[in-house]
């Protein structure tokens, strides 16, 4: 660490970071506007960044957390791969998700600003592919290998002096099942990074290359400096949380997550040494994802305000054992990484509730949640491909009830429209709504799963990859647990139970039922406020039964006036198969 | 017509008020402390003490127009409704799931927005429409009696109808309101299928209940004004602002009262525009910079620029451009600002890392500024102005509000330290940095949507606006910069200066390769008329300007873009050029256009206005505005009026005829940008300027509500009615 900086640039540093994340957030802004795919478009699967010659990151907007650690990790891996030529007007596309993305849906461009025949600093566009091919719609599946996620992309050219490499181009649009998204999201995607380049040349010209070349050191040690005062705030000392995966979706044994971490002045170490072997099936994530996890955990114990760059990153060290579940290594499939990237940040959140409770939730629904589907569409006669994930609840906090129905943690992707979806895709929605009584109990208790059934115009293939099926989210502090993920066909007849990872065919017109998980309560219940209790009853979200059996609060008071006006809505009352 | 008009803004802080003589154009202007727990206290005191002014009677007045904030602070506050809503059963909640989001990435204590009914009062109705309005599920009427029996008696009488894919079919929201009017007595109703037409049940649903949620409260408010003006023997009508800039007549605010939301800003704009106007501007893009925050809007082709999807009660410059959720959605025309924490009383704080930072906090009026001498110790953005002479100690307030120059010293004095450097390179520092985030929301204003800022000139107003102006036309290129006389009164004046307007958007999906010329004409010509039974009866005729508009995307882009659908009949090579304008305005706003791709229309949008009073301006004043410290007394406004037209417009820029150098009334030491001292700056009395003057940056020019800093590259030029016109040399 150098010496503090020098007085005038603590005076105008601010002003070079205004710059800086502007320049990302109207990349942001161009990729989402002309994007193609719902995923992107609506639900903001993307991330957008600066990074510098050296390929530190300089600046990024996103709205994902789980993309805190990808581009971090992904851009200079590929540049250190990608072995050919790059010159001006040059953009290089990968998606070997080994390399730092969660998995091969994840498809990066990066652009150099070239400078004397020398890149100055990269543009990169990262953004989620509804799909690149492989064995199941939506490419992620329950799957042994990577080989059958679909199409691996190792860094390659595809844009030459501004021009589309139409070979390259061809090659991916031929292996995916959604080429008119595919090539619109990828264009989108390239005005992004032009965008990027060309607010990059303007600063430079505007201020000239040595001080943009100063300003970037002056940025990454300042937010260095802060990273630094902020974890003086934690507690010194090591503390460690183990949690499990249900199983692996390819065997029943549960997959086994532990984090040890040790904060010291100008560190924090997550050492995962401890955690499972990479299995063969889609749960294993790369050192992206599971920097993501780290990062994500830190940043909510800290101030923050802080920027997101390299001085950030400088501060976590992530120990991990290469060929493990959090770090995998080829040819382990990754499509389904995202839920161990979500085990593992809220097993880190556990660690750190130990040490600083005030500021800790209970366990959140606690998984993805991947859906996706696919089919020739009836109304038109061609392959569609679709891909969403869905909320659930968040854990009770100390004095706040938790957060029906929402995404949380490194996940916050939008639900697409009921309107949007039906009137784009072949299915149709039955309910969208809360679950009832799906709460972790506690004196604060955890917020409602959500419940979204769907029924289908023609036959299609229906994946579901995620967790907490079988281990319900946990409560905090004597909180109680939360009802788990159920996955239910025909929920209103034979109700099928469907465990937490799974692909099937599903005939037109059949039901599939999603019932996201709750989350855990923090506290003991029997200090939650009476009053709270009654106005759950009367607005539906606790039923009167479980108010007196686990609350132990009597309501006397008639159902309330929702309950009457849709007799039979209370979906817990079909799935006690 | 001969007559008195007056206009009436309330605000955060205070209320303001301007009366016109419209015959001769001369005005009184007032401000009052606003009354936030019965807005309609201040509303009052304001009129009676204009017309107490004025020497005449409610009676003259042949209208009252009023922007009022009563349904913004009845969303914000959660003191609007109670009101119930109707859905499709099995999508009753669809308020609260919202978008599923968290607006706050790292805050493990963050929350949703509650939502405006409660969920005991959302009713699930069984129905279902199929996505092109097919009936899947007629609409089984005893679920919605046995709805309407719980409302009944529960007492709501507001009650908001959203019913899957009603946008596309609205029969059964259009029953559903039959049955809950036999059922309730009483009942208004909102109905998704007319507040908001559009495809996306969440966004919809959000308007349609924000309307059923506002509505009682701005009838009640509503109310109370009109039995008031009533009492004092008023004839006239009572005119609102909407959210789109135009006026409705109270009883037509009624009907869609959701549409008042955002009225304080809209009449802002609408002053802005009238400026532009006048110094025959066309293209301008408006810095508001108050006390708290800057608002950066734009008038694009003499129309100031809306936006058809906002939030409210969303945080203010949460500085990502796609984090949002933080907010409601509402759905209808509004002027599109871009809004970030950076005000005159913006603190300036150092952060754990060692560098400056300026607001969001704000000092407000309460202590305020270290400058104002009640007890504020923060430097904030104003301490850095006074600091540095741009503003005078005596400037605020025509000078009947003295500034404590010294505290704003010592303030900075202990920011410098703690920094190491001096006092004048914190305060320099302190402007930099507020710069630089206004200069970051105006290049998301202009160059993020592909408009260059050389083609624009920026109208400065707001209390700080006109300092800080002549630093966003260097950093980005304006043509000009122009400040309007009345930058402290801007939003009451700007009422005078509107027309009643509606602007009406429905849903039309159709491939514009494939579509019937015919079948967008007719609905075109459906839609207008539409709109035009919205217009107050008394503004229905008359020569009204009508645009029309489609919103247009690329097959499978969910995102569209407006562009406009000139007069005439619509026929294919009208549909051809349509695509072909949104094939550049695609190139223009996102990098690149698809020319071969197919595209797809998802709105038809008509705008109908009728046309903008002609207000007579003052050529010379011998003005006095309240003395903020006692802001209760009103000072009259006695100017000598020149109808507008007398000069003719675009003589700001004009020739040299008339042309007179301005004599400086005194100087103080101030900083100029690039210096390294203070200097002697020459300073001029607004009051004394004249049409024609013309003088040299470096200048400051104290006006009553605001300084002026003209920066030492610019020419600063009087117009007509005494329009400030910054040109860099």
Redesign the interface.
Known sequence: MTGPLAPTDALRLEIFRHALVGITDEMSVTLRKAAYSTNIKTRLDFSCSLFDSRARTIAQSFAQPIHLGTLATFVPAILATYDGPLEAGDAILCNQGHLGGLHLNDVCLVAPLMIDGEPFAYAVAMAHHVDVGGGTPGSIGLHREQYQEGLIIPPVRVLHDGVIDRSVLAMLLENVRSPREAEGDLRAQLGSVSVGLRRFSELIAERGRPAVRRGIDDLLEYTHRRSVAAIAHLPRGTIEATDYLDDDGMTDEPVKITARITITDEKVTFDLTGCDAQRPSSINTTRGGTLSACAYALRCQIDPDLPINDGFYQVIDVITTPGSVVDSVRPAAIGAGADTVGRLTETCLRAFATVLPELAAADSKGSMMNISFGGVDPRTGRYFVYYETQAGGYGGRSGLDGIDAIQPHVQNTENAPIEETESNYPVRFLRYELVPDSEGPGRWRGGLGLRRDYVFEGDVTFSVMTERVRFAPQGLFGGGPARSNHFLRDPGGKADRFPAKFTIALRGGEVMSLQTAGGGGYGDVRDRDPDLVRADVAAGRISPQRAREVYAVAVDSPPSAAERATPGSDPTTEIQS | MSGFRVAIDIGGTFTDVVLIDTESGERWTGKVLSTPHDPSEGFFRALDIALELAGVQIGACRSVLHATTVATNAVLTRTGGPAALLAT??????L??A????H?????????PLPLV???????IRERL??DGSV?LPLDED?VR??AA?IRA?GIRSVAVCL??A?VNPTHEQRVAEILRDEIPGVSISLSSVIAPE????PRASTTVANAYVGPVVGSYIASIEAGLRDRGASSGLWLMKSNGGLATAATALERPVEIIESGPAAGLAAASHYAALVGSRDVVTLDMGGTTAKVGMIDDGESLQTTAWEIGSSAGS?????H?SGLPILGSVMDLVEIGAGGGSIAW?????????GPRSAGADPGPACYGRGGTEPTVTDANVFLGRIGATSMAGGRLSLDGAAAAAAIARLADR???SSL??A??IL??AD??M??AT??MT??RGLDPHGYDLIAFGGAGPLHACRQATALGFRSVIIPPDAGVLSAFGLLASAPRVDHRVAF?RRIDVVDPAEVSATLDRIEAEAIARLPPEARGGDLRRDRAADIR?V????DLRVAIPGGVFDAAAAARLRADFDAA?ER????A?PT?LVEMVHLAISVAAPRPGIADRAVADRAVADRAVADRAVADRAVAAPVGAAPVGAAAGGDEGQRTARPSGSRPAFVDDGILLVEVPVYRFNGLREGDTLAGPALIDGDDSTTFVAGPFDCRVGPHRVLHLVAR
């Not at chain 2, 059963?89 to 669809?94: H, T």
């Open positions: 059963d099995g999508f009753r909640d669809v609260e799931i978008r599923q989001i968290r706050d990435l790292y805050d493990l204590r963050t929350t949703k409660a969920r005991e009062w959302a009713f699930g199929r996505y899947l679920s046995e709805a719980q529960s899957l894919h946008y495809m996306r049940e969440y500085g990502s451009a796609v984090a959720g150092i952060d754990p890392g060692g560098i400056l930072r300026v920094l190491g450097v390179d914190a320099v520092a930099d940095v630089s985030a200069i970051q290049r998301l160059i993020r999906r690329y499978g882009q969910s995102w695609h706003t996102h990098g690149y698809a791709a």
